[in-house]
């Protein structure tokens, strides 16, 4: 299965977290929504996001190691659309600049909203489903 999918992350309290060559980054306690894909294998990429014994790799797995995943959606295709999706949030939620957007031209691919009221509407607005609750 190949597409792009969105991690609902939650953090229970404010915290700085030393992300990679990031550096710090306070982030505030809340929910973030991490914009991904995976054309070789999402099951699989999803996976490792769930894992908690893995090798920091990508930002989002410094995040991962102090929140929590609460739900995950995807969106099945052949075609990379994180970028489009990032832009997208990046009209609706606060960005946290240049975190897990390396690889491309985004500002971000993590977003934050103090509440969650909202993020699921908005997030299946873009026709993604749900592939889990956690």
């Known amino acids: 299965m190949k597409g792009s999918y969105v991690l609902v992350i939650k953090?229970?309290?404010?915290?700085?977290?030393?992300?990679?060559?990031l550096g710090d980054i306070r982030f505030k306690r809340g929910y973030y929504l991490y914009v991904g894909s995976a054309l070789n294998g999402l099951e699989g990429r999803l996976k490792r996001h769930l894992s908690k014994n893995k090798r920091m790799h990508w930002h989002v797995d410094y995040l991962l190691n102090e929140?929590?995943?609460?739900?995950i959606y995807v969106k099945i295709g052949e075609r990379k659309e994180e970028c489009e999706i990032a832009s997208y949030f990046s009209r609706k939620?606060?960005?946290?600049?240049?975190?897990g957007s390396?690889?491309?031209?985004c500002k971000s691919h993590l977003f934050f909203s103090d509440s969650k009221k909202g993020l699921i509407e908005t997030i299946r607005s873009l026709g993604m489903v749900e592939f889990g609750k956690f």
């Open 11 to 21: 953090l229970d309290r404010d915290k700085k977290i030393k992300v990679g060559k």
């Open 67 to 71: 929140g929590r995943i609460v739900d």
């Open 93 to 99: 939620y606060h960005s946290i600049d240049d975190f």
């Open 102 to 105: 390396s690889d491309c031209k």
